[in-house]
């Protein structure tokens, strides 16, 4: 069974930074394309940033310049690194990954959710 774990969520002040981790464990072949999702209050879920199993990334318009995407792939996490925050980025945050399983099939797992919450 797979599953990720996501942490790092939390309360800061507008301008302040967070590190949002994901992590995947469990039986499966390798992580492919990585993800980050944001669902705010009312608003249906949408995509922050990817990252391709290569590294290549991939960012919202309204987060490009502010967050930053990585991840170590011997330790299948993901990391955002979310810097010149503001209150409109507040939004529960799901981790999404394309996991390669053991037979070989591609399926899509998501985290359980952090809350990220911005005050002003």
């Known amino acids: 069974q797979v599953q990720l774990v996501e942490s790092g969520g939390g309360l800061v002040q507008a301008g302040g930074s967070l590190r949002l981790s994901c992590a995947a464990s469990?039986?499966?072949?390798?992580?492919?394309?990585m993800a980050w999702y944001g669902q705010a209050p009312g608003k249906q879920r949408e995509l922050v940033a990817s990252?391709?199993?290569?590294?290549?990334?991939d960012y919202a318009d309204s987060v490009k310049g502010r967050f930053t995407l990585s991840r170590d792939n011997v330790k299948n996490t993901m990391y955002l690194q979310m810097n010149s925050l503001k209150p409109e980025d507040t939004a529960v945050y799901y981790c999404?990954?394309?996991?390669?399983?053991?037979?070989?099939?591609?399926?899509?797992?998501w985290g359980q959710g952090t809350q990220v919450t911005i005050t002003s």
């Open positions: 990252i391709t199993s290569g590294g290549g990334t």
């Open positions: 469990g039986r499966f072949t390798r992580v492919a394309t």
């Open positions: 999404k990954a394309q996991i390669v399983t053991t037979t070989f099939t591609i399926s899509d797992y």
